[in-house]
Nanobody
Framework: QVQLAESGGGLVQAGGSLRLSCAAS????????MGWYRQAPGKQRELVAR???????AYLDSVKGRFTITRDNAKNAVSLQMNSLKAEDTAVYYC?????????WGQGTQVTVSS
């Protein structure tokens, strides 16, 4: 059973930066996807960024150029560097780990951007 431990998040002013981190443990296969989703109040959960074990990345259009996802395969860890944050980035951010078509989720961390 894969478990995810998230860290980071918090309150920041518009234009500021935050970094989210997530480490996976337990039953990890070499081929997997790690990423971050977010869910704002009253909205559906959406994919923010993801990165494969081979390093391929994908981003939500609205965060391209502002957010950067990286991973450390040796530590089964993923990070999301968020720069130039906007009020509309406010949401609960969830770490996601996917392997063998099974999704695992972190507990979520709040990111609040004040305008």
């Amino acid at each position: 059973q894969v478990q995810l431990a998230e860290s980071g998040g918090g309150l920041v002013q518009a234009g500021g930066s935050l970094r989210l981190s997530c480490a996976a443990s337990g039953g990890i296969f070499s081929t997997n996807l790690m990423g971050w989703y977010r869910q704002a109040p009253g909205k559906q959960r959406e994919l923010v960024a993801r990165i494969s074990s081979g390093g391929s990345t994908a981003y939500l259009d609205s965060v391209k150029g502002r957010f950067t996802i990286t991973r450390d395969n040796a530590k089964n860890a993923v990070s999301l560097q968020m720069n130039s944050l906007k009020a509309e980035d406010t949401a609960v951010y969830y770490c996601n780990f996917k392997q063998v078509n099974i999704d695992y989720w972190g507990q979520g961390t709040q990111v609040t951007v004040s305008s």
